[in-house]
């Protein structure tokens, strides 16, 4: 009986996850300002409710003023980041996970990181220095890493391995 228990609560939590996994983001939880922001998106990418919160508010450009960054799926399923900066409201600035030096696409973690002094991470090189805030993106038990701007464009810096 124990058994056939633990079977049906694995069962009932893979069944939940998975249904999580591939859950729509519903309309009216979305900003008006992502709203706007990503109608410019091509119409490959979909809002993701892949990891909770689906977007973060912070000063990505260092400009004094609130940018979004929003998890959205492009026609294969795989995450990309659209950054919606206040400085360019109407363009959404997609961050492919995938030009990271990462084998694994699917991170499972985001937070902002806030404009201050970066560690020397696994990779080659100095670390940035932040011109606004950065998102942190982690694999868990994995590898981590910031997307920061650098006043041109978003670049990757490696935090852990």
Known sequence: MKNVMIRIVSIML?????SFADSEVFVF?????IERCIKSASPQYKLSARINPFYLR?????????????LMTNEKGQ????????????KA?????????????????????PKGRV????E?????I??????????SESASGLVYWDGRQFRWYQQGD
């Open 93 to 113: 600035e997609i961050v492919d996970i995938a030009a990271v030096p990462m084998g694994e696409r699917e991170f499972d973690a985001w937070t902002v990181f």
């Open 29 to 33: 939880n979305v900003p008006r300002a």
């Open 130 to 139: 932040l011109r606004g805030d950065a998102l942190y993106v982690e694999w």
């Open 14 to 18: 893979v069944l939940t996850s998975a």
């Open 119 to 122: 560690q020397r991470g696994v």
């Open 124 to 128: 080659a090189g100095r670390p940035p």
């Open 58 to 70: 912070a000063d990505f450009d260092g400009d004094g003023k609130i940018d979004h960054a929003v």
């Open 79 to 90: 995450i990309v980041i659209a950054v919606c900066r206040a400085a360019r409201a109407d």
